[in-house]
């Protein structure tokens, strides 16, 4: 029987932290036995905000790296760069044209970037969910392995490959996306109502995978929390235990109840030492690797564009069936 095929990706923006691990990379791991999975990193989608050259081509490695490190084996699962493989571009302008302006402003992250960037709103920020789209659909995805912010975009590709799909004949499988129970929207450590990010502005607000066991303890220790001193699970009026609860439950594959048992008559320092503990043997074998990784771009280089080659074959087929239906000469 044909494997199920996979196809996610991360945004080349920075170093990546907790959130993006939990929400995100834990399950790309876990998926890859079984599924066909296909792991890009995002660097086109980068470009919605304004990035320094450098640190754009260096961003790609690192989280090629990190791939790498938190276990995606690049023999069984196929990882690239999207500007490699030319047919992304050229989907997500094909499927522009059959996006409509109300779905796109309906977005919650074009509401939540445009804001934050106030300076810099551009037609890309706005018309990311296409592209994404395209990411998806040249694949013939079944699933798409994402944290919960992500979901509305997956809805989007969904809609527009039906979209397509009734005018012009089955062209595109119909994605699901795949979000996990817990962990699927990792909150800051300093402003709990808000989620984990990259471009957090807050001091000690998100724990990068890259952070030594100091800084882990540290931003641990000095997450904002409450006044009741009781370890117990309460998304509303307790957001920062919450958090941490969930953190803690999903590195050691603990329900809710059984970590408001462990902790019973515990007051918080107790219990964050415990989460930070957690986190820190959690990430204790990545930070190794991933700095062997990125020692050597040349075997980066070499991985990427083996990827590329193999995303491209699949790719290819999809967007040459779209041209046909369309009407496009190639
Ligand atoms: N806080 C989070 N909790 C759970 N999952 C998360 N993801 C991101 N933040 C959390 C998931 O990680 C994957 C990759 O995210 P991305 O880098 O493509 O995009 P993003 O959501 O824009 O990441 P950031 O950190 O919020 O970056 P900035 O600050 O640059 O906007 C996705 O599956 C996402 O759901």
Not at 82 to 101: F, I, K, P
Not at 299 to 324: H, M, P, R, W
Request: charged share 30%.
């Amino acid at each position: 029987m044909e494997k199920k095929v996979i196809l996610s990706g991360i945004q080349a923006t920075g170093d990546l932290h907790l959130g993006n691990y939990i929400g995100a990379m834990k399950n790309f791991v876990k998926m890859q036995e079984d599924y066909d999975c296909y792991y890009m990193i995002a660097n086109l989608h980068a470009l919605t905000v304004r990035r320094n050259p450098n640190e754009l081509k260096q961003n790609a490695l690192k989280v090629l790296a990190t791939y790498i490190a938190v276990g995606i084996d690049p023999d069984k699962s196929t990882i690239f760069l999207q500007s490699q493989v030319h047919e992304h571009a050229e989907l997500g302008w094909v499927l522009d044209c059959y996006t409509y302006m109300g779905e796109l402003s309906r977005m919650t992250q074009y509401k939540d970037k445009s804001s934050k960037h106030a300076d810099n709103i551009n037609a890309g920020l706005f018309t990311y969910p296409s592209l994404m789209a395209g990411d998806i659909l040249l694949y013939q995805a079944d699933l798409v392995p994402t944290g919960e912010d992500q979901k509305q975009h997956v809805e989007l590709t969904r809609d527009i490959a039906e979209r397509f799909n009734k005018l012009y004949g089955e062209t595109f499988k119909i994605p699901e996306p795949y979000i996990p129970k817990i962990g699927a929207r990792i909150m800051g450590l300093q402003d709990p109502t808000s989620k984990m990010s990259k471009s957090s502005t807050l001091p000690n607000d998100t724990i990068l995978l890259i952070d030594t066991p100091e800084e882990i303890l540290k931003k641990v220790k000095k997450a904002v929390t409450d006044s009741e001193g009781i370890v117990k699970y309460d998304e509303k009026n307790k957001p920062g235990i919450s958090n941490l609860m969930e953190i803690y439950g999903i590195i050691n594959n603990k329900t809710m109840e059984e970590i408001e048992k462990e902790f019973e008559g515990e007051g918080y320092g107790t219990f964050k030492v415990a989460v930070a503990e957690s986190i820190i043997k959690e990430l204790d074998p990545f930070r190794k690797k991933y700095n062997e990784l990125m020692a050597n771009p040349k075997n980066l280089e070499e991985i990427y564009n083996k990827g590329a080659k193999k995303a491209q074959e699949v790719a290819s087929k999809t967007l040459k069936d779209v041209y046909d239906k369309i009407g496009i000469i190639r």
